[in-house]
């Protein structure tokens, strides 16, 4: 008996420390400490235990998605426009495998990969994101806005 409470403990002390490593960090006033991440990028904790990933995941969250435009698109000044009517959130845009830039290696579940989007954090409740879009719709200037369930995903080249 006393093995398989252990065995329990072991396991749910691996899942706390797994969801920890994907925490966003969705305060644009914080840039991201470990970097892995660009500005328009939305970070999220990795792990630092030496261990070789192909990617890393981030916890499950929602996004408003302000724009979607054809790939490699959307400007660093458009997503700067944004956050500044954001100022408490994290505006980011998905830049994955442009420029021809191997750095590039933060994208996103959810998404279709072959357009570019600008989007706003929105929580990691379904309730929060509506919130958020009804913050969005009031600026009256992202009228497709649309709520997304996603994970950023770190990729290593």
Do not use: W
């Not at 396991?11 to 969801?19: E, P, Q, R, T």
């Not at 998905?94 to 357009?115: A, G, H, L």
Request: hydrophobic share 40%.
């Amino acid at each position: 008996m006393n093995k398989f409470v252990i065995a329990i403990t072991i396991s749910l002390a691996g899942i706390v420390s797994a969801h920890a490593q994907g925490k966003i960090d969705p305060d644009p006033a914080n840039p991201c400490s470990d970097g892995n991440f660009k500005r328009h990028e939305l970070c999220f904790k990795t792990p630092n235990d030496g261990v070789a990933r192909a990617e890393i995941l981030s916890e499950s969250f929602y996004a408003v998605i302000l724009k979607t435009a054809d790939r490699c698109t959307i400007t660093e000044a458009e997503r700067l426009e944004a956050q500044g009517r954001f100022p408490k959130t994290k505006v980011f845009s998905m830049r994955f495998q442009c420029d021809d830039d191997i750095e590039e290696n933060i994208s996103y579940t959810n998404v279709n990969d072959k357009f570019g989007f600008l989007a706003v954090y929105a929580g990691l409740t379904l309730r929060e994101a509506k919130v958020r879009l009804a913050e969005v719709k009031a600026t009256g200037r992202f009228p497709g806005a649309n709520i997304r369930r996603m994970q950023a995903k770190l990729i290593y080249p």
